[in-house]
């Protein structure tokens, strides 16, 4: 077991790895030395083989086998690996005689990393199992990083390092004829034939069913709606009603000054969780381990996850709701080209929010170079919904959601505890599908579905109300004094990420480390970018070529 790996409890659900395609047994045993937990073979053929620190969920019919994990779904038992991706929204494997298909779920919310040996795939739900093991020096994927710094995540099947690929959206690795290969396995809705509009209590309903009581169910409270449509419907028979409220670090504290009063509303005892002025420095590094150091977001939420961990239960998490329901980054020009017809010009500019502008810090030359990359790489995330009537809904679950938020919940409060995600069943999918864009404009249907649910709560002020004009009123844990001098120092020990700034940028992080810089959000965008990358580029400097 790799001790070098972030302390995670593989609690709820289990850590796995393996390879599929004529895998050598040298490299098993080295990814197993690798990995951050204890694991058995679950399965072992000669075309696949399957290890994990627990038992994963199975599946047969007829001459196939299979096994899935991190269902974010209840349903019906898989019947193949489509039905465990679509309808169980898990990652997972099947095995024949004669191939071996692994997978992830249909949206692409979980983690499954590959890399490439001889005529096998070995793979694993932790991507420093496969940087540790790999019998080579790896290399830098430049398109990864500049996707990271304008879209807040890699896109696609792009991970920092070229020789290591994540499953992406509507794809599946293939073992057949003795070779591997990506191969496309677009999700069944869509190609959904079911058009008639849903109504916001259809919605409502669909969401109501997706969620499993469970005895200690609890709910991390935002001033958002998601949390509080989801406490709104959560029923009456779970025993131990709780809600989770913390500072997100925005100077505002919204979320603080709102939650207490939609708790009230729900019937729901309601805790808070403040962090301290340090917090952001004690949990940086343990987040960006955990996240495999592929978004740039979910420093602030560590310290509530850590209490919620030593809680245990199930939580409730709006994973996807606002995308699917409020048009969230799908401005009004887009929802009038719902199917991307004249473009995705306009919604990878709402996506990538000023970052690739000019008049920022880093040098026009590196500026435009990301450009290019990072518009070729979200060209061919979308390229497969091209036309879809749903098409920009879709390109923001696939690319945004799937690499830069779903980690939050999967890969911070999970595998600690249980993660239910009621947006992502399939069934309110498709509803979300028949609901027109037009109509989610500015939260209108979503008001819609809240009104219905509870109309107390939907009567409450939200982080969705007019934003405040003023300044933040508060200081901020990531940009204080100590949070900006931890982050100069990751920029500036690095002559490959110093290189990228304008000179008079390099001379603020040398003389004043960044200060003014993070007076300006592109600025503060730039500098969590910055030291993020000579962050990951120090920790894996021993595994990378020259």
């Known amino acids: 077991m790799n001790s070098q790996s972030p302390h995670i409890t593989f609690r709820t659900r289990p850590y796995v790895c393996g390879a599929i395609g004529q895998w050598k047994q040298p490299l098993i045993d080295a990814l197993v030395a690798a990995s951050p937990a204890p694991v058995s073979v679950v399965h072992s053929s000669p ?15 007829g001459a196939a086998e299979g096994f899935y994990w991190g269902e974010l779904a209840a349903g019906h038992p898989p019947s193949d690996w489509k039905s465990a991706s679509e309808g169980r929204m898990a990652a997972g494997l099947q095995r024949e005689d004669y191939r071996a298909i692994l997978h992830t779920d249909a949206l692409g919310f979980q983690d499954m990393f590959v890399r490439d040996e001889g005529t096998a795939a070995y793979f694993s739900n932790r991507i420093d199992a496969l940087v540790t093991s790999a019998p080579h020096k790896l290399s ?3 398109d990864a990083w500049a996707c990271t710094f304008a879209f807040t995540a890699p896109l696609h ?3 920092p390092f070229t020789e290591i690929t994540r499953i992406a959206p509507g794809t599946a690795v293939y073992y057949y004829g003795d070779r591997t290969r990506v191969i496309p396995a677009a999700a069944s809705w869509l190609s959904d034939g079911d058009t008639a509009p849903a109504s916001a209590a259809d919605v409502v309903e669909a969401i109501k069913a997706a969620i499993v009581p469970t005895r200690k169910t609890a709910l991390p409270l935002s001033g958002g709606w998601d949390s509080r449509l989801l406490g709104s419907l959560i029923g009456s028979g779970i025993r131990r009603r709780r809600a989770w409220t913390t500072s997100n670090d925005d100077g505002w504290d919204r979320d603080v000054n709102m ?29 960006r381990h955990r996240t495999g150091f592929q978004t740039t977001h979910h420093v602030w939420a560590m310290p509530l996850y850590r209490e919620l961990h030593r809680q245990g239960g199930d939580y409730l998490d709006g994973l996807a709701g606002g995308v699917l329901f409020k048009n969230f980054l799908i401005s009004p020009a887009v929802a009038n080209d719902p199917t991307l017809s004249k473009g995705s010009g306009k919604l990878l500019r709402n996506m990538q929010q000023r970052r690739l502008g000019e008049g920022g810090y880093l040098r026009a030359s590196v500026i435009e170079e990301y450009r290019e990359r990072a518009e070729a790489r979200f060209a061919a995330a979308i390229k497969p919904l091209a036309g879809h009537p ?7 679950l696939h690319t945004r ?9 999967l890969s911070l409060l999970a595998p600690e505890v249980r993660i239910q995600a009621p947006f992502a069943h399939p069934d309110v999918i498709r509803l979300a599908m028949r609901v027109p864009l037009a109509d989610k404009a500015d939260g209108q249907f979503y008001r819609q579905m809240l009104r219905i649910a509870n109309p107390q709560a939907a009567a409450l002020p939200s982080t969705h109300d007019e934003k405040p004009q003023d300044p933040a009123p508060l200081p901020t844990r990531h940009y204080n004094q100590h949070g900006l001098q931890v982050m100069a120092q990751h920029i500036t020990a690095s002559d490959a990420v110093m290189s990228l700034f304008t000179d008079d940028a ?16 592109i600025g503060r965008r730039t500098l969590t970018w910055a030291s993020l990358f000579g962050h990951w580029l120090d920790e894996h400097r021993k595994f990378l070529r020259e």
């Open 401 to 409: 959601t799937a690499r830069a938020i779903a980690s939050n919940p």
């Open 390 to 396: 749903a098409a920009a809904m879709f390109a923001v």
């Open 259 to 287: 939650a207490p009063a939609v708790a009230s509303v729900l019937g729901f005892r309601h805790r808070f969780v403040i962090p301290g002025d340090d917090a952001w420095v004690r949990e940086y590094a343990a987040v």
């Open 47 to 61: 075309n696949a083989i399957l290890l994990a620190s627990s038992p994963p969920a199975t599946w047969s019919n």
């Open 140 to 142: 830098v994927n430049w």
């Open 506 to 521: 390099a001379k603020s992080l040398t003389y004043d480390g960044g200060t003014d810089l993070a007076e300006t959000p």
């Open 157 to 159: 099947s792009d991970t």
